[in-house]
């Protein structure tokens, strides 16, 4: 009997080890998954936040200073400048990247959960999909700092191109035009991850420096002028789909958390719609009050 009972122990133990083998392998996978979701948005994140910025201040200024028709008249070559602002605009990242690095290190010390990875970089992507697609008025705050266009006469080619690359791939220099460049800060920063963190902004800076491409065919006024043109009509375009891009990172990205999340959701919807609702009603009260005419002061 009693080598009965340990027979039936024995094979009662070997039973629950493999049903907790199979419960932490599911576990497993599962955070396997959502670490390649995360990733997967987060660059997507990355990659519409870089191409939304070409429509900054200072992309447009890019795509009219640094063309081949400009680089003519000041007697270098189109190619070399641009190479140089491209390799600037990479450090741009990297030093962005490193410092986005060393906290993402501190949050992974931290043992952030694949689940609270995904609502808070989630909730960062709605916030800023509201405040692009101007929800209620409401936007992020930023800063207009713009490069110094007085580089081009003081400097040689390879300074103000890997000047103006620095300041455009570090990301938080010069005009900042879309919320999904925060956004690309956060998915580094709770990545938990410092090689992620350091690649995502790498791949920011880069995107934002090859930019510089797109003006390679402006080789006299009249193709300059028609691209700006065209160019001048997508922003507006761009600015919708970068705000539908976010919205639907942000949901997928909160879904995937589990339904626990969803309470998040609903939260964040609430705090655009007061917001707006609190900024419209100080805008009215903002407005002057319409002036008494004399007519209608002599007759009261």
Do not use: K
């Not at 800060?185 to 920011?204: D, E, K, Q």
């Amino acid at each position: 009997m009693a080598s009965g009972e340990r027979a039936g122990r024995g094979a009662g133990g070997v039973a629950l080890g493999v049903v907790a083998s199979g419960s932490w392998s599911q576990r497993s996978g599962s955070l396997r998954l959502m670490s390649l979701l995360f990733l997967v948005l987060a660059v997507v994140v990355t990659v519409v936040a870089a191409v939304r910025s070409t429509w900054s201040p200072c992309g447009v200024s890019m795509l009219s200073s640094l063309t081949p028709l400009s680089e003519r008249g000041r007697g270098h070559r189109w190619g070399a400048t641009a190479a140089w602002f491209v390799a600037g605009a990479i450090l741009g990242g990297a030093m962005l990247g490193a410092a986005a690095a060393g906290l993402a290190a501190v949050v992974g010390a931290a043992g952030l959960t694949g689940s609270l990875t995904l609502v808070l970089f989630g909730a960062a992507a709605l916030v800023a999909a509201a405040s692009d697609a101007r929800v209620g008025g409401v936007r992020l705050p930023g800063h207009t700092r713009q490069v110094n266009e007085l580089w081009f006469g003081r400097y040689r080619a390879w300074v103000y191109g890997g000047g103006f690359g620095w300041q455009i791939g570090v990301g938080l220099a010069t005009f900042i035009t879309t919320a999904a460049v925060y956004v690309v800060v956060v998915a580094a920063v709770v990545s938990g991850s410092p090689p992620a963190a350091f690649g995502l902004c790498v791949v920011f800076g880069l995107v934002r420096g090859l930019a510089v491409l797109a003006g390679r065919r402006l080789v006299d006024p009249a193709a300059l002028a028609s691209f700006h043109r065209r160019f001048d009509a997508l922003a507006e375009p761009s600015r919708r789909a970068t705000a539908a891009v976010l919205a639907v990172v942000g949901v997928t990205a909160v879904v995937a958390a589990g339904p626990e999340a969803l309470l998040l959701l609903a939260v964040v919807g609430l705090a655009v719609l007061l917001a707006g609702v609190v900024r419209g009603f100080r805008g009215h009260a903002e407005q002057p009050s319409e002036p008494t005419s004399p007519s209608t002061a002599a007759a009261s």
